[in-house]
């Protein structure tokens, strides 16, 4: 009796050993023994292997706390069934991929969502399909976590009925990759998160920011596209912000930005472009940003630089085809403008240097001028106005004298 | 319609025959070829064509025009000796006239636009219009013209009224609008700024192109009223319709003046 | 037969008035002169004829037809202008091509005067290579081309040489044979005492004198139209 109490306990920890590292399986389906998630999930042990064959399960919340895999086969949608969050993950090393996840519950109360992370690290969640959920992914208080290519959708029509995307809250080492996401309100959302990485991501259609984020410094965002979402991208109260080869495009609208920069300091804007955008990037508050080799193409206004930015440097940019490259606020310039292409330039270059031998002005009086009257836009390109903008030009009076472009560069310089 | 048809070939045997006309077209391909190659950027032609449509076409449609009749005052004598209603020779000299100079500015912006065809794929839209609108401004300009010299005998007269003709409508008209909204910062002019612009012609043509070209910056800027209604579909019928009006009323009016005239 | 008829025709011009209540007829079949100093309103009356100027008041009727803003009347009337002037870059063949698609008639090419004038040769000629004598040639041409009733001939022999102008003279006498109304002006008083029956004076807007070329001269014990008209302006009553 003891000899057979002694060879259970042995296989038993044999056991435990051989599921952290020979991955025991669960497989849960219509046609299976195990017929829930939940049951699935109750009965693992950490490390266990969960499938989870396609068809439709609406169990509630299914709260994870063990280091488990969570494999769905072909797609199995889970439902919040319009009322409650989808999987919660309070826990490490918990892995989430293949699943349908849609209609987590919109609240009023609770920020649900169709995968929430909370106080978790080590976790990945990749390769999601979320469709119509209130959140989509959330993480709060987590830390090294791994996001990647799941689409993201929702329709909404509503801000306050529709969360955000990616929702990151209090983390850090959060890496975001190559998702999609559009129809939320913000599609990504970062406040009080820092050193993350936000990759290759395509956020469009949403109803407020592209991304938005606050409060979070040394995060780096490249190679993402941002378009058509209503506000553009907004970021705030940051430092050591990293950004580059983003694209951001179509952000039409009053108060729409392809940036919206805000206290934002020391940090670097490079290589991204900007086309069609209603205002491509605004600047309050802003200091020591370097924004270099970007592209400005078709923008209603490329640069809005407000009174209160110092100490930037915008260096090697090309600005081409804008209704008006830079438009400011202030009769004074504290901000460095060197070696841009415009397009709208029309000096010389007599000594072959490359660079014009008169100083480029950007900033057009008509800007000026529509900035307190609006009702003066239908003039806009008129001849009338032509004539005056070159006055303006031989004569400064009401653009600031000192913001000029001191070696504008006579070709379009490749980003 | 016959009789008018004959005149009409009549008319344009002469034009295209002429040295003013091919100096135009010259001019017109110059200039348009001119700007593709050396800017190489199709927005940016765009404008430039249409700084063209809205200063350089008036100007010329409404000089020629001028002249033109000054100059064949003998031979419209002569024609109205002959059994041929009034009103046929006036059109026929007039749709001669228009179908001339519309055809060099057709002939001018496309012909280099041909040239470099990849470089404008984007912009086939853009181009149109301002094709469409440059077309506009020759018939709307020559009618006026033809209204000015046929109402005034006096030559020098007659030509500085139509100097002054355009001078107001590219320049002086937009001036005295600025003013205005200058002057009225307060008020909600922003309806009674779009009645004010629809009764020119050269603005109407700049709104239409500039809506078409820089939509993402007007999207920004504009209130509801001038995207509802210049930003729209609508928004280029109404042009296209006021435009037509435009075309019509000087034509109208110098063809009343025309056959109640003494020659 | 009457060709041509006005009716207390008035015609003013702001306040000028260039014809002053003229009534008068023209006989069909004959050719008459119409004589008178720089604004007696020659060219003003002639210029209503052919429908260029609307009267103020009255009426014309010519071949029985009253003028109203009509045009089909004209068919029947070739005009001469003292000059006239056709589009530059046209050539002579395109524009009688045109004047007779006008008239929807086919033009008498082999006319007796292109081959006189010897125009044939200009035929592909522009408007703007042609000297003034051709183009009053040119003009001349087409006023007859078309066989007219009625010729209205201003001042026809001004600017063509002589020898020019004596064929065009011989023509006018021809088609008068031919039993056409001719209406013609001319500062040079011989030629019209060699060619008109009757003479028109005008002076100031009103007719002076409407009858015979003979019966003005014997009227006048003068011994040529010259000296008739001169006595007539010098206020002789007749």
Known sequence: MNKIFESILVFSLLGLFLTDYNCASITVGKNRAVTKIKDAVSSALPGDTIFVESGLYAEGNIIIRKPIYLIGLNFPEVSGEGNNEIFTIKGKNITITGFKLSNA???????????????????????????????????????????????????????????????????????????????????????????????????????RYGLHFMFSDSCSYSGNAFYNNNAGVAVMYTKNVDMHNNTFEKNYGGAAYGILLKEISDSKIHKNTFANNSSALYLEGCNRLEIKNNNFTGNGRAIRLMANSMDNKIIGNNFIGNTFDVTTNSLQNFNLFESNYWSDYSGYDLNKDNYGDIPHRPVKLFSTVIEKNKPALILMRSFFVEILELAEKIFPSITPEFLADSKPSMRKISN | MKVLSKIVKYQLQDAFRSRWLAAYTLFLIVFSYGLISLTGDSSKVVLSLMNLVITIVPLISIVFG?????????????????????????????????????????????????????YFVNNLADIFIVLISGIFETIIFIGLSFYIAIKNDNKLKGFGISIFCWLFFTVIF???????????????????????????????????????????????????VIKDIYGTGWGSFITILLLTVWALWPLLLGLRNFNRKDM | MTAITAENLIKDFGDFRAIDKISLSIAGGEITAI???????????????????????????VNGVKLNGTFKYREQIGYMPQQASFPENITVKETI????????????????????????????????????????KLNAVIAFIFDPEILI???????????????????????????????????ILSELEDMAENVI??????????????????RTSSSNLERAIASLISGVAV
């Open chain 2, 174 to 224: 937009d001036g005295i609008l600025l003013m205005i909204l200058q002057q009225f910062q307060d008020y909600p002019l922003e309806k009674v700024s779009l009645l004010i612009i629809s009764i020119n012609p050269i603005d109407l043509a700049r709104i239409w192109i500039t809506l078409s070209y820089d939509i993402s910056s007007l999207m920004g800027y504009t209130s509801a």
């Open chain 2, 66 to 118: 001028t002249v033109y009749i000054y100059n064949s005052r003998d031979y419209i004598v002569f024609m109205l000796s002959q059994p041929i209603d009034r009103k046929i020779l006036f059109l026929g000299v007039y749709l001669g006239m228009c179908i001339s100079l519309a055809a060099a500015f057709i002939t001018g912006i496309i012909l280099p636009i041909l040239f470099y065809a990849n």
């Open chain 3, 153 to 187: 001939l201003d001042e026809p022999t001004a600017g063509l040489d002589p020898y020019a102008s004596g064929i065009l003279k011989d023509k006018i006498l021809s088609v008068r044979k031919g039993g056409k109304t001719i209406l013609l002006t001319s500062h």
């Open chain 3, 35 to 61: 004589v008178g100093p720089n604004g007696s309103g020659k060219t003003t009356f002639i210029k209503s004829i052919l429908g260029l100027v609307k009267p103020t008041s009255g009426n014309i009727i």
């Open chain 3, 201 to 218: 004076f005008l002076l100031e807007g009103s007719i002076r004198y409407n009858g015979k070329v003979n019966d003005l001269i014997e």
């Open chain 3, 97 to 136: 091509d045109l004047l007779c698609d006008i008239r929807n008639k086919t033009g008498d090419l082999s006319e007796e005067l292109i081959n006189k004038f010897n125009l044939q040769k200009e035929y592909n000629k522009k408007i703007k290579t042609l000297s003034g004598g051709t183009k009053q």
């Open chain 1, 105 to 207: 519950g919109i609240s009023f109360i609770d920020d649900n969502a169709a995968i929430k992370l909370d106080s978790s690290n080590h976790c990945s969640v990749y390769g999601n399909v979320l469709t119509n959920n209130f959140f989509g992914i959330y993480l709060a208080r987590s830390t090294d976590c791994v996001i990647k290519n799941n689409t993201i959708e929702a329709f909404h029509s509503k801000e306050s009925f529709s969360g955000n995307g990616i929702h990151v809250w209090y983390s850090k080492n959060i890496l975001i990759e190559s998702n999609t996401i559009s129809g939320h309100r913000d599609g990504i959302y970062f406040e009080f998160v820092e050193s993350s990485n936000i990759k290759r991501n395509v956020s469009f259609n949403n109803l």
